[in-house]
């Protein structure tokens, strides 16, 4: 069985590289985690493919926070002043982070 093949390229690929990104390791540990199970090395356009699933992520980031304010206005008679209360948390590797999490929560839902 061949796996399915997108404008991006191979299917595996793309899953490969997400799967990695969200346990928060890149191309290095890609290319250890192939060795270490004897597979073909990650493919060469790693990057390429990071880049399209930011794409893809990120749009739909969007639409599910647009839906939400959305969402929250309808609950609040269309009032859009909804006082809420943010949180935010980071993963700390080393001296920096890219990993974070952010909640929103409403007054009225709490």
């Known amino acids: 069985m061949t796996s ?9 690929n793309t899953r490969l590289v997400y799967g990695m990104r969200c346990i928060g390791k890149g191309k290095c540990a890609t290319r250890t985690l192939c060795a270490v199970m004897d597979l073909p090395p ?6 390429r493919l990071n880049y399209s699933l930011y794409r893809a992520l ?7 926070i647009l839906n939400a304010v959305e969402g929250a206005v309808l ?3 269309n009032a859009r002043d ?11 590797r ?15 839902t709490g």
């Open 58 to 64: 990120s749009s739909a980031c969007s639409k599910s």
């Open 42 to 47: 990650p493919p060469v356009k790693f990057e």
């Open 4 to 12: 399915y093949i997108s404008e991006n390229g191979y299917d595996i």
């Open 94 to 108: 080393g001296h920096t982070s890219i990993n974070g999490a952010i909640t929103v929560t409403s007054l009225d």
């Open 75 to 77: 609950r609040n008679d």
């Open 82 to 92: 909804i006082i809420v209360a943010l949180d935010g948390t980071w993963q700390k």
